[in-house]
């Protein structure tokens, strides 16, 4: 099976892991799964946003902040490869408390981040980043960008490039690219408006702030 994945970044690289551990190979002796991930920008692996000028991969240092990842997110990590949870691990801090202080001092809150012996580790985007793109082989990266997937229900669907060059066919295309994604456009190639759309909401609340005693 020919099986392409759009975007090397967290996602598109923790999915190659996946697949690569958990995906039976074929039946047929000798024959093995094709895998191959297109990707936008030409960022090596254990690069820094210093060394890549123009264009910034979203894994860069200057894109996105931190990341948490409990334990929950830990031992996924741990099942995928012990030795990329390891790097992780190094990469990263452990905790297994976080606590909110007011600005006094006080404790606000205490929230527990351990399970059994599984602390939480938090680390940078980039970071994390890194340590999946160690374990992705160099030559299934192909630096091109995505302009257009076309979904075939009978037969290999098709991938467009934004620099002409030829159409790419394959029997799974997985879409890891982001926000603006063109592979989650191609399931809905009627609709003129994306139809799942990111959004965010919260509330927020400004007013003074004084010590008890000053109030009256």
Not at 3 to 21: D, E, F, N, R, T
Not at 28 to 44: L, V
Not at 101 to 111: E, Q
Not at 158 to 182: H, M, N, Q, R, T
Request: aromatic share 8%.
């Amino acid at each position: 099976m020919k099986i392409a994945i759009v975007g090397a970044g967290i996602s598109g690289c923790a999915i190659y892991l996946a697949l690569k551990k958990r995906l039976p190979e074929p039946p047929a002796p000798g024959s093995q799964h094709e895998y191959i991930i297109f990707e936008s920008y030409d960022t090596p692996r254990n690069s820094t946003s210093q060394q890549a000028p123009g264009e910034t991969h979203s894994a860069s240092l200057v894109v996105g902040g931190g990341i948490g990842l409990h334990p929950n997110g830990v031992r996924s990590l741990e099942r995928l490869d012990e030795n990329l949870a390891r790097d992780v691990k190094h990469a990263g801090h452990s905790f297994n408390v976080q606590k909110f202080m007011s600005a006094y001092g006080c404790t606000l809150a205490r929230l527990p981040c351990a399970l059994d012996d599984t602390y939480s580790i938090s680390l940078s985007r980039h970071a994390l980043w890194n340590c999946l793109r160690n374990y992705v082989p160099d030559d299934i990266i192909v630096t091109r960008r995505v302009s257009s997937v076309i979904a075939n229900p009978k037969g290999r669907s098709v991938i467009k490039f934004a620099d002409g060059s030829p159409d790419y066919e394959a029997d799974l295309i997985i879409g890891a690219d982001g926000l603006k994604s063109p592979t989650r456009r191609a399931l809905f190639p009627e609709a003129k408006e994306d139809p799942y759309p990111a959004e965010f909401g919260g509330r927020w609340r400004c007013h003074p702030v004084g010590r008890i005693q000053t109030l009256s």
